[in-house]
């Protein structure tokens, strides 16, 4: 019983997570009118750098993400702008959305359906799946208008690192989680 309980904590020590936004196909459904190109949305940048763009919807609409495989999904983190709003995920194995938004076809198997009510703005919003929920695609609904600025998707990962990745200045002046400068004597 011990060593089962080692083993399980080792288990989830070592499957770490991974952000696959940036490697899964992202389009906005055309019913509604936005601003600005979804692929803004996987380049890391947020209202702080000052390159960032942010994707706009004017009322309502729905972003589309897509992948090859069954994924086991742990979170969706959006940086949101401004403007906020109430949002619904829906997770799916199978099926495709039209371009339009307003037909699933074929229908697929929804996996799960959260909704965030918070109309937090200016920060990220993280928004996290039942535990074992399974997708190779997912939906995000904005129930109005609102400002993205990026968006992540956190699968389970055991190939994964949970190191956090650090710049040589980073280390060299202390920041982040892990100093190397905090260590030496």
């Known amino acids: 019983m011990v060593i089962s309980a080692i083993v399980a904590l080792f288990f989830f020590l070592g499957a770490a997570s991974r952000n696959i936004a940036p490697d899964a196909v992202t389009r ?3 019913w509604n009118s936005h601003e600005g190109d979804p692929d803004v949305l996987g380049d890391g940048k947020v209202p702080q750098d000052a ?3 942010p994707f706009i919807w004017k009322t309502k609409g729905i972003l589309v993400f897509a992948w090859e ?4 999904l742990e979170k969706l983190r959006i940086y949101v702008g401004a403007i906020g709003n109430n949002y619904q995920v829906r997770a799916y194995l199978g099926g495709r959305l039209d371009e339009t938004g307003t037909l699933r076809e074929p229908e697929g198997v929804q996996t799960a359906l959260i909704e965030e009510n918070a109309r ?3 920060q990220w919003v993280e928004i996290y799946f039942p535990p074992d929920t399974t997708a190779d695609n997912l939906e995000l609904w904005t129930l109005g208008p609102t400002v ?3 968006v992540e998707i956190y699968v389970r990962s055991p190939d994964a690192t949970a190191v956090e990745k650090l710049s040589w200045g980073k280390i060299k002046t202390g920041q982040g989680s892990l100093s190397v400068l905090r260590q030496i004597p």
């Open 28 to 30: 906005a459904t055309t």
């Open 51 to 53: 390159d960032a763009l």
């Open 69 to 72: 495989e069954p994924l086991q």
């Open 120 to 122: 937090a703005v200016n």
């Open 148 to 150: 993205f600025y990026e």
